[in-house]
């Protein structure tokens, strides 16, 4: 067996705890997980199932595959959603296969200079990724995107290029948290929590941090905002970049002193399942893992419900981010929490456990097939008329704000807790 097997095959015997045999193992080929496949809903392909995949992988570990072209395709083709491992009665672990693989893939076939740029030397540095983002809030607020856009040079140079930059989201220049900050409760204080801010979050979405220290502090608790925090590395994670990501847990861990309090509060879906699983990629991340919640995990144990007396007139509908769902089985606190705002008209979607195509820069590499798979989302969405999707994950938040754009639907989209602070008295 080659070395390059020998490394998928440790990772996922060390993700398992389990020396005997690897998470493939586990899988019993019942094919229950097919339906809830994005990939093979669209495509309708055995190998861009997870059954397939893992028939890949497995071929790959025992010296029956190599790393080609097709096998590469069929690998990266996945959303990494994780919505199979909801499916599947045997317990399978897909999303920790996948990265896994993703690893050796990338060892052995080194990704393209755009993407080892990006998230080797600007995802993890903070300062670096908010000039970033500030330049591309630039670029839209000066009026040369409209500009761009209307002389249609970039669709004639290069087609690609302009698909990917029609899905760049409307961005506002606005600040979110400050790091090395502290945010004192309203009333009786209940407790002390550490904010995770996140990278698009903050530099991007500043409005939904702030909302969610606001909820926070309405809800009794201190906010801390330690300074040392960086980006989660889920990104690089799921691409592959397996050292770099750990790296980043590796800092993250040390940011924060999770005895010092009550909860590590998180609002993005995909970070929020990456800090959850930091002990499944670097070790002595345990104590600081098993703190983290998810905003809306955490808020419904509060007393938040007392603060919510401004009625929101309005009809709104709730979309579960994957990673959210699938990554850390939170279903129903979202939604109780939405239902709890007085006026709200809340409204179940069809399918809104699968997953929009956003899947971190999924809609950038695979654009077509994330367009298709959109498309589907955005007619359940407009059948179900409402006025209001809030869904929990910034990429999420970028997907629909463009899929309704593309289907011509008009439509607000927000995270809950800028729903829920509207209604803060």
């Known amino acids: 067996m080659s070395m390059g097997n020998d490394h998928v095959q440790a990772n996922e015997k060390a993700m398992t705890g389990n020396t005997e045999s690897p998470l493939y193992l586990d899988c019993v080929h019942c094919g229950l997980c097919l339906p809830s496949c994005p990939t ?18 497995r071929a790959f570990d025992e010296g029956r595959a190599q790393v080609t072209d097709s096998f590469e395709e069929h690998m990266f083709r996945c959303l990494d959603c994780r919505a199979c491992e909801t499916a599947c009665p045997s317990g399978v672990r897909f999303g ?19 993407a080892r740029l990006t998230l080797n030397h600007v995802f993890p540095y903070p300062r670096r990724f908010a000039a970033v983002s500030r330049i591309l809030q630039m670029y839209r607020v000066s009026g040369f995107q409209s500009f761009l856009r209307s002389t249609g040079w970039l669709k004639a140079v290069s087609p690609k290029m302009a698909a990917a930059e029609s899905l760049m989201p409307d961005l506002e220049i606005e600040s979110g948290v400050g790091l090395d900050s502290y945010h004192r409760a309203e009333g009786r204080r209940q407790g002390v929590v550490a904010l ?25 608790y201190d906010v801390a905002v330690p300074g040392d925090q960086i980006c989660c590395g889920a990104l690089a994670n799921h691409a592959g970049f397996r050292q770099t990501a750990g790296e980043m847990a590796r800092k993250n861990v040390g940011a924060f002193r999770p005895k010092d309090f009550d909860a590590i509060i998180i609002n993005a879906a995909g970070c929020g399942a990456m800090l959850k699983e930091y002990p499944q990629l670097i070790g002595g991340a345990e104590e600081f893992s098993s703190k983290v919640k998810d905003i809306a995990e955490f808020l419904v144990t509060t007393r938040i419900y007392d603060r919510l007396t401004l009625p929101q007139q ?53 654009n077509e097939l994330s367009m298709q798979i959109l498309d589907r989302k955005m007619e359940q969405v407009r059948k179900a008329n409402v006025d209001v999707l809030v869904t929990g994950n910034p990429g999420c938040m970028f997907q629909f704000r463009y899929g309704a754009k593309r289907a011509g639907i008009p439509l607000e989209v927000v995270h809950p ?8 008295d």
């Open 40 to 57: 093979y809903r669209v495509l309708g392909s055995e190998m861009d199932s997870p059954r397939g995949r893992i028939y890949l992988m």
């Open 96 to 114: 920790h296969m996948m990265e896994a693989m993703r690893g050796t893939i990338v060892e052995q076939r080194p990704a393209n200079w755009i």
């Open 196 to 220: 995770f801010t996140g990278c698009v979050m903050n530099s991007m979405l500043g409005s939904v941090n702030r909302s969610t220290v606001r909820l926070l502090n309405a809800a009794g």
């Open 314 to 366: 309005v009809r709104a509908g709730y979309d579960d981010p994957c990673h959210l769902i699938h990554g850390q089985r939170v279903k129903s606190e979202p939604r109780r929490l939405l239902k709890a705002i007085p006026g709200l008209e809340y409204v179940e979607l069809e399918g809104a456990d699968q997953c929009c195509g956003s899947a971190g820069i999924y809609n950038l590499t695979q």
């Open 417 to 424: 807790v800028e729903l829920l602070a509207r209604s803060l």
